[in-house]
């Protein structure tokens, strides 16, 4: 390659040398462009050869308002945060927005909240409203089934009871209505009596608890005895660490023991 790119000058010096000779000004000019054009090119890699614009990505709202949907239903999809998740809707990591609730789609704003931006809510009635005035809890689905309460029919236990006539030890009441009451008997060794509650404060870290010291001295009023303390032996626990760190070495020891002994 070296020795023909070192004799090129001379190749083309004698073409032209043989063609200014055999040929007139003419053809001498063709020849000389057909020698020294340059041949067309095109882009054969990157963004030249690809479509100028992809499939579209199906943007934008997939139910309507008041429109019935299930936990799990895409509402709106969006690329940024056009609009954001309100009551019983969540947010995707793509910023799409779904229900988690079944209910009806509600889009509205919420000054108190943030007086630009736009929310999606799930309600759980046809034609609820959002967002609820201030102070008005949240309206949650618990999983819980309503159910009709059965009350049972007036026993003669409790007339005798109510007028005096028969015992009423061992016997409990529930609620009176016009119905009646719920009765269950109980035994005398059953009834024990009923641990009268301090009332709990609100403590810091809006929490209703009771005082620490009153949480302390709960083993005395239950009558559990607990171990004198000793001023000299505030270290059993120390104590009891050590020695029973001193039986797992005792045990590895003798382990290591068995498993030289079989090696043999």
Known sequence: MPILCSRLPTLLLSTLRSTIQSTSPTHLHLRLRLLLSRPASHASQGRANKAAAGPGKRLGAKKGASELVVPGN?????????????????????????????????????????????????????????????????????????????????????????????????????????????????????????PVLKKMELRPGYQYRHSNWYIGRAAERAKIRVREYKRGDRFLAWRKLNARKARNAEKRSLSSRKNKGGKK
């Not at 019983?88 to 799409?96: E, F, K, L, P, V």
């Not at 409990?172 to 009923?194: P, S």
């Open 74 to 194: 895409i509402i709106f999809r969006q690329r940024g945060t056009h609009w954001y998740p309100g009551e019983n809707c969540a947010m995707g990591r793509d910023h799409t927005i779904f229900a988690k609730e079944k209910g009806y789609v509600c889009f509205y704003r919420d000054d108190e909240r943030h007086p630009k931006r736009k929310f999606i809510g799930v309600v759980f009635e046809r034609g609820e409203r959002l967002p609820r005035a201030k102070g008005v809890p949240r309206r949650r689905r618990l999983g819980l089934v309503g159910r009709a309460r059965e009350l049972e029919v007036e026993t003669e236990v409790r007339r005798e009871v109510l007028s005096g006539k028969g015992e009423g030890e061992g016997l409990e009441f529930g609620k009176l209505t016009g119905q009646g009451a719920v009765i269950r008997q109980q035994g005398k060794r059953a009834r024990k009596e009923v």
